[in-house]
């Protein structure tokens, strides 16, 4: 049994229970909750200063300006949104790295950014909801066994990871979907063009980035006989590696290049001014993504079952 | 159907109706505390909660009976329902898991309304927040979990 054995039938028809399964299995259902209370919390936190700024504005009868309301918390948040993507400070920055942060608050919907960084750093952490169960509980209920007799082990990894990814995609798509409208519908600063494009970009930024995540996932979900186990090692590691390279790099600077580890280093990128850049940084994603999955299948095609 | 054979999701759900239920109970004792101390608190308040208060006195006390009166029928609901899904019954977990939704997404809709957006009225964020989880009930029990309740 080798990759030689992929079946497009059998990898869509996997990839599709794999969806189904998700929801009714538990793990979809809480992920759906979380990710869609925290995408639109996120939102919230966000936008929730602006419409009181607006409606005090209004209250005391003065003319509310939406762009400049936005404009003063942007230029509060520039500092925060700077560190964020590692730039130090104005002084020392580069040229480029100052073009990106303008890039972000200036000449794209700043407010949309600014959710779309939080969610780019939030969003790892969440995927191992969904991810963690691919291949663990039916290891351990023995029901892998009737599945084998029917198809190859190659179809069953790159269905379960293709229907997970699917999934995934979805909801990144619904909660990006409704905070565009909201603020299409209810702040009015940005036109429908740059809101809808900026929106797509980040869409497939995230979409992109759940990838290596569910990827490494696989990984684990192959290796281990539990789904409890499954689920707190994947979030140990996606945790842990930022957690070690943040708080490493206080006692020894160079610890922070252990993000490179999973896309934690360069994920931010997704977002930058130049297109080549951020086309790269999605490749460099994907490039995750075949290494974990490989390590995955080596392990799962290779072990007892 | 089904039978004997519970999902996770549903078991997921039943944990969630719980948590809910507790959560909306706790959320009413809370507001009749609010209005049973009510000369006591507004003494001590900043201008917010002043601001909150004011937005909260101006729905009416018989609007405001409605929605506590609501908000107690969907716990009840909630916690009904829940006991409904792990024992997957049709009339107690499928049709008050039906009847929660609906009630929840039209008193959202009343809410956001009616209320004044210093107390989560009008069409914000927060307002959607709330939709989540009946509009995620309604979708899920009349379409993943349809087949799995009995009579």
Redesign the interface.
Known sequence: MSLRDVSASHIRLISFYQT?YT????????F??IT??FG??V??AV??PI?QIM?QQAKAGQQSDPQKVVAEIVKLGRPVIQWALGIESDENSPASSDAWTTFLLDDRPALLSVIFLILLFGMPLLISFLAFNQIAGDVQNRGLRYLLLRTERANIFIGRFLGTAFFSTLVIAIIIA??TF?LG??IKIYSAGLLVGWALHGFLALSVLMLPYIAICSWISASVDSPFVSLVLAKLIIGGVWLFALLGSLVWKPAIYLNYALPWGLQNHLLHPQLTHSLGTALACLGYMLVFLFLGYYRFETRDL | MNEGKRPGGLTALAVLNFIFSAGGLIGVMGMITVIVLFGKLVENMDEQARTQFEALQAIGLPWFICLLAVSVLSSILLLISGIGYIKQKKFMGHTLGNAYAILAIITGIVSAVIMKPEIGGGFTIGAIIEFIYPVLTLILLNTSFKEDFTN
Request: aromatic share 4%; no cysteine; charged share 10%.
């Open positions: 189904r929801v009714r299995g538990g793990a979809g259902l809480v759906l909750m869609l209370v639109l919390t939102a919230h936008l929730t419409e409606a409704t905070i909201y519908v209810n």
